[in-house]
């Protein structure tokens, strides 16, 4: 209703103007993270390019932060045309989108943030259960991105599991059952109240990439990072566009938008991948936070961990959630994962170029690009 609201308004104004040309439809980009998030350069390339690839019909304006949405209003806000196009967080919309988030149950499966997103989106754009689901809430799938690996951030170093022991660890997913498993203590806590959970000792430790240390201003209350990297979250959408928008548009402009938001995708997580490398590389250690190597045993532990629970997350997803068929689906993601550490060998994780063009060729599968979201 409201984006068909805008279309009146939008033809009423051009009925008025006589100009020569005819106006670009300006996208409102949701994206829910302030402008220095390396993802937002991801949305920043769209903005870019978009306009010569639809040879002026399309172009995007970006709202960073809260600005138009924040990150619980965006799914509902793409849907009901707030925003035309938005970055959709699946795990906070877990009952919407349990197929986005069966995938995403198994992050502890690899840690190269360009191979989990490839394989992801591949996976998502491939899957006609995951992508109706995007459907179902009025919008459509067009890839996902991913954080760098996940490490402990913590007041005092861990080293050992005894160092593990009792430590109130903020975590979820998986990572908070890893946790347990490990007799730590798994506490709740949203993003933005780390920094204070820290200062008030409510917790000894946060499972975090190293770019927390400075987006969370996390280096002023945790000196320690174990290298102990756990994994990825990939199941962050970030061009979902309103369905009413998509379906108006033609083939030609569509595919545009597909192959340039995927483009977009792959050259944030090349700098994703770059910024992390550039971390472990004495970056962490410049912010006067010491880095800690784990013991064997906590890796033993881990490896013992992963093996173990990837059958408890089918039966989870089957009985809590209504997934149907998980191990299966499980089994075709484990499958994508490995075939995408095959293709991400050939290259540069880094190099931006080399990452989009993967990315643009390999992402979708074999999908048809003509009809897909139609």
């Known amino acids: ?220 209350v945790a000196k320690y990072v174990t290298d102990l990297p756990l994994g990825t979250f990939y199941i962050n959408a970030l061009f979902d566009t309103n369905l009413d928008l998509w379906r108006e548009w033609d083939a030609e402009t569509r595919i545009a938008v597909m192959d340039t938001a995927v483009e977009g995708i792959g050259r944030a997580a090349a700098a994703t991948y770059a910024e992390d490398l550039a971390f472990a590389d004495g970056g962490v250690a410049e912010l006067g936070v010491e880095v800690v190597q784990p013991d064997q045993e906590v890796i033993d532990a881990t490896k013992a961990f992963v093996d173990k629970d990837v059958p408890a997350i089918a039966a989870l997803n089957e009985t809590t959630f209504g997934v149907i068929d998980a191990a299966s689906k499980i089994e075709r993601f484990r499958e994508l994962v490995t075939k995408w550490e095959g293709l991400v060998d050939k290259i540069d994780p880094s190099n931006a170029d080399q990452v989009a063009d993967l990315y643009r060729e390999n992402v979708f599968g074999s999908i048809d690009k003509s009809t897909y979201g139609m």
């Open 1 to 220: 209703m409201l984006r068909n609201l805008r279309k009146i308004a939008l033809g009423c104004t051009a009925a008025v103007l006589v100009t020569g040309w005819a106006q670009a439809e300006t996208l409102r980009f949701a994206i829910g993270v302030p402008e220095n998030f390396t993802v937002v350069s991801a949305m920043k390339y769209f903005a870019e390019t978009i306009p010569q690839r639809t040879d002026g019909k399309v172009d995007a304006k970006l709202f960073t932060g809260s600005s138009l949405l924040n990150f619980t209003e965006t799914l509902s806000g793409v849907r009901d045309g707030i925003a035309d196009m938005g970055y959709v967080v699946a795990a906070y919309h877990r009952a919407e989108l349990k197929e986005s988030n069966l995938i995403g149950d198994l992050g502890m499966l690899g840690s190269n943030l360009v191979v989990m997103a490839g394989a992801a989106s591949e996976y998502c754009f491939s899957d006609a259960e995951c992508a109706a689901e995007y459907v179902n809430q009025g919008q459509v799938f067009l890839g996902f991105g991913s954080t760098p690996p996940y490490r402990l951030i913590s007041t005092s170093p861990l080293k050992s599991l005894a160092d593990i022991k009792g430590k109130r660890i903020r975590s979820f997913s998986a990572y908070g059952r890893w946790v347990e498993a490990l007799d730590g203590v798994q506490v709740n806590l949203p993003a933005g109240d780390i920094y204070q959970g820290f200062s008030q000792g409510t917790i000894d430790v946060n499972m975090h990439p190293y770019e927390a240390l400075v987006t969370l201003s996390l280096k002023d």
